[in-house]
Structures are given as C-alpha cells and as structure tokens.
C-alpha cells in the first residue's frame, strides 16, 4: 500500500513538472498581443502573416486577414477577399518557396498600423517559377484585442 502511494506521489510531482511551465509561461511562438495596438505587435503580426505565407499556411493566412481585406499587386491589379491567397495555395495556382521580410517601418495611428518592408520572395506562380524583391505595405487594423490585416500593397524593386 505505502508502496503504491509512493508510485502515485512520483507520478504527481514529475507531471506537475511537465505542466507548470506551460501553465506558467504559455506555449512559444506565439504572437503576444498587449492589452491594446503598438508598434511591437503590429510588427510581430506582420510577421506572423509572413510566417503563414512562406509556409503555405492557409488557415494561419485566413486568420490573420480581415474579412474586408484586397491586395494591390505589383502589376497594378485588385484582389479583395481573405480567402485569394488561400484558394491560390490550395488549388496549387500560388506555392511560395520562400518569403521573408526585412526593413520594417511601422507606424501607428490609433487602432490602425502601416507596416512597409522589404519582401524576397520566390516560388511558381501558375507553374511559372518567380523569384522577385518588392517593397510591401500592410495596412493594419486593431479589432477584437488583435490586429487584422485590411489592405496589402506590393511595389516590385526593379532588378
């Protein structure tokens, strides 16, 4: 009996171990929001948003676009809706090789941020192989205690 009390007390104590720093500090890599918009997380949910693109993500690219939300590409065209660069992905019409940013300028007006970076980007686009630089602009809204992405616009830097 004293001896099964023992194995019960070890089973306790090593699980709470296991728990405690994720009760305590929560799970990693995640974007933290503050208790309202700044500089600091508007940049790290650009990021994030960048994240989702480079892996193809389309349920991470989904959540952190807002209903509302169009892109001005690098040729000039619109496209509106969250799911366009979901459903590109998807189908296989867009697959990202690689996406990532650098030289962040963000500025914060209120609930609204505008993030402009550097973006290197390459992969195929209608199985035509791309590998592009453009500078790109998101245009972010704070709603519901998180930012959503409303507009993104894309100026390719010529070679």
Same mark, same amino acid.
């Given at each position: 009996? @004293?001896?099964? @009390?023992?194995?019960?007390?070890?089973?306790?104590?090593?699980?709470?171990?296991?728990?405690?720093?994720?009760?305590?500090?929560?799970?990693?890599? !995640?974007?933290?929001?503050?208790?309202?918009?700044?500089?600091?997380?508007?940049?790290?949910?650009?990021?994030?948003?960048?994240?989702?693109?480079?892996?193809?993500?389309?349920? /991470?690219?989904?959540? @952190? &676009?807002?209903?509302? $939300?169009?892109?001005?590409?690098?040729?000039?065209?619109?496209?509106?809706? +969250?799911?366009?660069?979901?459903?590109?992905?998807?189908?296989?019409?867009?697959?990202? !090789?690689?996406?990532?940013?650098?030289?962040?300028?963000?500025?914060?007006? /209120?609930?609204?941020?505008?993030?402009?970076?550097?973006?290197?980007?390459?992969?195929? &686009?209608?199985? !035509? +192989?791309?590998?592009?630089?453009?500078?790109?602009?998101?245009? $972010?809204? $704070? !709603?519901? /205690?998180? $930012?959503?992405?409303?507009?993104?616009?894309?100026?390719?830097?010529?070679?």
């Amino acid at each position: 009996m @004293m001896q099964a @009390m023992m194995n019960h007390l070890v089973v306790v104590i090593v699980l709470g171990l296991l728990i405690a720093p994720v009760v305590m500090f929560g799970a990693a890599g !995640k974007v933290k929001h503050s208790t309202g918009p700044t500089a600091e997380n508007a940049l790290a949910a650009d990021q994030e948003l960048a994240r989702a693109i480079r892996d193809n993500d389309t349920t /991470g690219i989904v959540r @952190m &676009l807002d209903k509302d $939300w169009a892109v001005i590409s690098t040729i000039g065209g619109v496209g509106e809706g +969250p799911s366009l660069f979901p459903n590109g992905v998807r189908s296989g019409f867009l697959t990202r !090789k690689t996406f990532s940013i650098s030289e962040p300028r963000v500025r914060l007006c /209120g609930n609204t941020a505008v993030v402009t970076t550097k973006v290197e980007t390459s992969g195929t &686009l209608q199985s !035509k +192989p791309f590998d592009v630089q453009e500078r790109q602009t998101d245009v $972010w809204c $704070w !709603k519901d /205690g998180g $930012w959503k992405c409303i507009l993104t616009h894309e100026t390719k830097i010529p070679e």
